[in-house]
């Protein structure tokens, strides 16, 4: 008996983590149409993190590819899975103002974007650090401002 409810407390898990990744993507693009208008001066407004929902594929297979190249160069070394980290770091940006390319195609943009610029992304991230350490004071309270900050800023990259 108890390792049936065990099977059915997985397979819970696991049917969450899934429909959470399938909605993460298109959250994801929402949330860079967000900082994409905030960056532009456009008028950023709170549907728009809802706005990208009728492309939950087109975000799965962007947020699943990255993930799944990233896992697969870290397997090399560390330092690899870091640096490709920042290569495709443009690709919910890409794929939120180019619709009609499909998720390969936004991550090899992101490449070829990012191509002599990773560093810069670095140090924009790393220049957060004391702000993070802020946060850790607040336990943890600003976190979700310092994250919204830090989109804003990538997004305006």
């Known amino acids: 008996m108890h390792n ?3 099977r059915r407390g997985v397979t819970a898990v696991l049917a ?3 429909v959470l990744l399938v909605i993460g993507g298109a ?3 929402g949330y860079a149409r967000y ?12 549907d728009d993190l809802f706005s990208q929902f009728h492309r939950l ?3 799965f297979c962007m947020n ?3 993930g799944l190249y990233t896992v697969l160069w870290t397997l090399l070394f560390i330092i690899p899975g870091i ?3 920042y290569s495709y770091a443009m690709a919910p940006f890409i794929m939120t103002e180019h619709p009609e390319l499909d998720a390969n195609e936004c991550i090899t943009r992101s490449r070829q974007m990012m191509d002599g610029h990773k560093f810069e992304l670095f140090c924009l991230e790393f220049s957060f650090i004391g702000w993070a350490i802020a946060c850790i004071f607040t336990l943890g309270i600003g976190f979700p401002f310092l ?3 830090q989109q804003a800023a990538r997004a305006a990259f």
């Open 27 to 29: 959250a994801t693009l």
């Open 57 to 59: 594929g087109d975000g």
């Open 4 to 6: 049936h409810s065990f």
């Open 16 to 18: 969450i983590l899934l």
């Open 35 to 46: 900082n994409l208008n905030l960056a532009d001066h456009r008028e950023a407004r709170v």
């Open 83 to 85: 640096i490709k980290t």
């Open 64 to 66: 699943f590819l990255v």
């Open 147 to 149: 994250s919204a900050y």
